[in-house]
C-alpha cells in the first residue's frame, strides 16, 4: 500500500510539501557537542546514507530538501540516484553562506558562490542567517544592499529568501517590500535558539506576507518528536512548513506519522519506546 502523500503549500507559484528535508542530521550540526557532531557526520556523510533517507520521505511526496547543499558534493549524487530510482524530482533549497563586505572583491566572491549553486540545480536560494544579519540597520529598520544579493539571485534563475533567525529580517523585509518570496525561521516550543520569546515568533511567523520554513522544530534533540513536531504544526498556518531531519530512514517514517497526526488532529501511531521493565500501563 502507498503512503499517504504529504499535504502541500505553495511559495512563488511552486508546490511544496510542509515537511522539508532537514539536513543538520547529515552535514554534523548536532547543537550537542563535537564527539556527537562527528558521530553524525561517521554515520550519515554519504551517499549510500543520504540516499536512504531521501527515499524514505520521497515515499510521502516531500521532496524538498533545504540546506547548505552546494558545499556537500556527494548530496548531489544522493539527491539524483533518489531521483532516478523512484522517478521524482527533488527540490533544492539551498542556503549559502555569502560575502557582504561593500568591495568589489566581496561581490565577485559571491558571484561566484550564487554561481555554484545556481550549477546545482537550486530552485530556493535563501541567503543564510549569517549573511544576512549583517545587512540589518535596527535604526533605520532597513536591510541596506539586500536588494543587490536578490537580484544576483533571480539574475541567475532562482527564487530568493531569507534566512531570518533574528526575527527583525522578517519584519524589515515585509516593511520594505525587498524582492524575498519566503524565510527560514527558527520556531519550537523550547525557544532554543530563538533571539525573543516564543510567543512573539508565533506573531511574526502569523504576520509575515510569505510563507514561512521553520527549523529547529524538535530544538535539536532537546524534545522528543511527539513533543515539537505536535506543537509546530499546530501553531503555524496551514502556508508555513516544518523542517525535518532525521538521522535514519526509520526516523522519517515515524516523524511523517507524527506530523500527518497533528495535522488531522488525531493520535499517532506509534510503536512504544523501549525501556527496561516498563509498568504495565505502559506496555
Known amino acids: 500500500m502507498a503512503n499517504q502523500s504529504f499535504p502541500r503549500?505553495?511559495?512563488?507559484?511552486?508546490?511544496?510539501?510542509?515537511?522539508?528535508?532537514g539536513t543538520n542530521w547529515v552535514y554534523g550540526y548536532s547543537h550537542t557537542s563535537a564527539a556527537a557532531d562527528s558521530n553524525i557526520r561517521r554515520l550519515n556523510a554519504n551517499k549510500e546514507a543520504v540516499q536512504?533517507?531521501?527515499?524514505?520521505?520521497l515515499s510521502y511526496d516531500i521532496n524538498a530538501i533545504m540546506g547548505p547543499i552546494?558545499?556537500?558534493?556527494?548530496?548531489?549524487?544522493?539527491?539524483?540516484?533518489?531521483?532516478?530510482?523512484?522517478g521524482k524530482g527533488i527540490l533544492i533549497i539551498d542556503t549559502p553562506i555569502l560575502k557582504m563586505d561593500d568591495t568589489p572583491q566581496a561581490r565577485k566572491e559571491s558571484e561566484a558562490i550564487l554561481d555554484k549553486v545556481q550549477?546545482?540545480?537550486?530552485?530556493?536560494?535563501?541567503?543564510?542567517?549569517?549573511?544576512?544579519?549583517?545587512?540589518?540597520?535596527?535604526?533605520?529598520q532597513t536591510m541596506d544592499r539586500l536588494p543587490d544579493y536578490l537580484s544576483m539571485i533571480r539574475d541567475r534563475g532562482m527564487i530568493p529568501g531569507l534566512s531570518a533567525h533574528m526575527p527583525e529580517l522578517i519584519v524589515y523585509s515585509d516593511q520594505n517590500e525587498y524582492d524575498v518570496e519566503t524565510y527560514i525561521q527558527i520556531y519550537n516550543c523550547?525557544?532554543?535558539?530563538m533571539q525573543v520569546e516564543v510567543e512573539y515568533i508565533n506573531k511574526i511567523i502569523w504576520e509575515a506576507k510569505k510563507p514561512v520554513m521553520t527549523i529547529k522544530s524538535m530544538a535539536a534533540g532537546r524534545c522528543s518528536p511527539?513533543?515539537?513536531l505536535t506543537f509546530s504544526y499546530n501553531t503555524i498556518r496551514p502556508c508555513d512548513m516544518v523542517t525535518v531531519g532525521a538521522m535514519t530512514a526509520a526516523e522519517v517514517h515515524e516523524d511523517v506519522e507524527i506530523s500527518l497526526a497533528a495535522i488531522e488532529h488525531r493520535?499517532?501511531?506509534?510503536e512504544g519506546r523501549n525501556s527496561p521493565n516498563k509498568t504495565e500501563i505502559m506496555k
Not at 70 to 86: C, F, G, N, Q, V
Open 119 to 140: 550549477k546545482g540545480g537550486a530552485t530556493f536560494c535563501l541567503i543564510h542567517h549569517s549573511s544576512a544579519e549583517q545587512l540589518v540597520n535596527k535604526n533605520k
Open 226 to 228: 511527539y513533543v515539537g
Open 70 to 86: 552546494s558545499d556537500s558534493p556527494y548530496t548531489y549524487d544522493a539527491i539524483h540516484a533518489a531521483e532516478d530510482k523512484t
Open 190 to 193: 523550547m525557544g532554543f535558539l
Open 267 to 270: 493520535r499517532p501511531d506509534l
Open 52 to 57: 536512504e533517507m531521501l527515499e524514505a520521505y
Open 9 to 21: 503549500t505553495e511559495v512563488a507559484g511552486v508546490s511544496l510539501p510542509r515537511m522539508l528535508m
